[in-house]
């Protein structure tokens, strides 16, 4: 019985050639698919470990940025409070350098007044001259009256002392209590010895005139 006649190309390769499902089966092998799903899943879970450090990074940062904008604010809020406390304190001192100014000033214009009048001395006076000494003190004397006046009237308006208010205070006081004969008897005890002295000069200037 004659074998039978192979064809030409028929090798085994030919034959899984044609079963091309054959070299596949390795790659879609149970196993192999199991592994492809494994390394996915890590895949993803390396994906959401990400997402989430990504999320927790976005929320300190905007954490970070809401305590820099409160920091900024209160930063503004005190620097304007600071700002506007030195403008107010400035402003009074300077009316308190000024109030200073006035009262060094006043109180040399007094000292000055004090010297002249304590220069006149009149209980020495001869009666020589009398009239002429009278005639060139009582100017002297209310200009000093003047300053003093001025001085308490323009003082009575500062507001870091007192020492020019005691004058105004104590004229109200006695005009309340009714105190006009008060300031009688003080206006007339302040010019009664002017006055003598004027009634002196008079009468020396008629004897011999």
């Not at 402003?91 to 002249?116: A, Y």
């Not at 002297?140 to 006046?149: G, P, S, T």
Request: charge should be neutral.
């Amino acid at each position: 019985m004659p074998s039978p006649v192979t064809r030409t190309g028929d090798s085994p390769y030919r034959q899984m050639e044609l079963n091309p499902r054959l070299a596949d089966n390795e790659r879609h092998s149970p196993a192999n698919v199991n592994l492809q799903v494994e390394a996915a899943q890590r895949q993803i879970e390396d994906l959401e470990q990400r997402r989430r450090e990504l999320d927790a990074q976005k929320k300190e940062l905007e954490k970070i940025n809401e305590q820099k904008s409160e920091f900024t604010e209160q930063l503004n809020r005190v620097g304007l409070r600071l700002h506007n406390s030195v403008r107010r304190m400035e402003k009074e001192l300077e009316s308190i350098r000024q109030e200073q100014e006035d009262i060094i000033q006043t109180c040399k214009c007094f000292k000055m007044h004090i010297q002249i009048l304590s220069a006149l001395n009149p209980q020495n006076w001869s009666h020589e001259g009398l009239h002429e000494r009278l005639i060139d003190a009582l100017p002297k004397i209310e200009r000093a009256e003047n300053d003093y006046n001025e001085a308490y009237s323009h003082g009575a308006h500062f507001r870091h002392t007192s020492i020019f208010r005691k004058k105004r205070e104590g004229r109200f006081s006695s005009m309340q209590s009714g105190g006009i004969g008060e300031q009688f008897i003080q206006g007339l005890a302040f010019h009664l010895p002017l006055a003598c002295l004027l009634l002196l000069a008079w009468g020396v200037y008629s004897i011999f005139h």
